[in-house]
């Protein structure tokens, strides 16, 4: 599947982007909006929070096209979203909760919108995430900073709350992070030409095991279609 945010984009002037559970600091939706906002102009921010002391304080820092607003997976907000990152929200919940938040999150999103569902550690240098459509999961990315990089089946740790539980053995999840830790390590000859391009190697030859999504990927991250590697 070839999928580029950046048609999406262009293709959807004037479209509302909402990162949900923007936590103790705006930090997060002020940043998505810094960048994105330098390309997409016209594109309007709101940050969700349960929390209403965190919305309070967050919007002592708003600013034109950037709003922040009470609420959660029913996404309040007026207009239906193109973009819902939610961020390090579904951790706290129980996995079994997962689907019916997700079905929430989607009911809201804008006609070809899409979810960004995932988890990263506190400085960012694992993350896991879902991209989800209207209707289903489609696609889990993976990124890892390479820079000392041992096992790259370390990422396990932040799965999403769909899959954390089940990087046991008999789960895909857990046989495709072997895989990828093996070729890791068969490719280790590739360490003279620095670590991006191991990771390249290692990646390309799941290939043939595995549907990696044929997108450009910033270094260290690597997508598989959602059905490979979907809890039973
Ligand atoms: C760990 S912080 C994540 C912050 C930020 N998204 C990030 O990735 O750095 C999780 C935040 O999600 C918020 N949260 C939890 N459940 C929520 C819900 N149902 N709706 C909105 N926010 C929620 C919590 O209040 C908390 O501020």
């Known amino acids: 599947m070839l999928w580029r945010y950046e048609d999406l984009l262009r293709r959807n002037t004037h479209s509302l982007v909402v ?17 994105l906002r330098t390309k997409y102009t016209d594109l ?4 969700l929070e349960i929390d209403p002391e965190r919305v309070k304080v967050a919007n002592q820092s708003a600013q034109p096209h950037i709003n922040f607003q009470l609420g959660g997976f029913e996404i309040p907000t007026t207009q239906k979203p193109l973009i819902i990152r939610a961020f390090n929200v ?19 999103l804008a006609p070809n919108g899409r979810i960004i569902e995932g988890t990263c550690d506190e400085i960012g240098r694992r993350a896991t995430w879902i991209e989800l459509d209207n209707s289903q999961p489609l696609t889990l990315s993976l990124g890892v900073r390479l820079h000392g990089l041992d096992d790259p089946s370390e990422v396990a740790e932040r799965l999403p709350k769909i899959l ?3 990087n046991t053995r008999g789960n895909r999840i857990h046989t495709f992070l072997q895989d990828l830790s093996r070729s890791w390590d068969s490719h280790s000859g590739y360490r003279v030409f620095g670590p991006n391009q191991r990771w390249r190697a290692a990646v390309n030859s799941l290939r043939d095991s595995w549907p990696i999504v044929n997108k450009q990927h910033r ?3 690597l997508t598989i279609e959602w059905s490979a590697i979907a809890p039973d």
């Open 19 to 35: 990162d949900l559970g923007f936590g103790a600091t705006s930090i997060t939706t002020l940043e998505m909006a810094a960048r």
């Open 44 to 47: 309007e921010f709101v940050g």
């Open 90 to 108: 579904l951790r706290q919940y129980e996995e079994s909760e997962v689907a019916k938040y997700w079905a929430m999150m989607q009911a809201r």
């Open 164 to 166: 954390i539980h089940r």
């Open 219 to 221: 270094e260290g991250e």
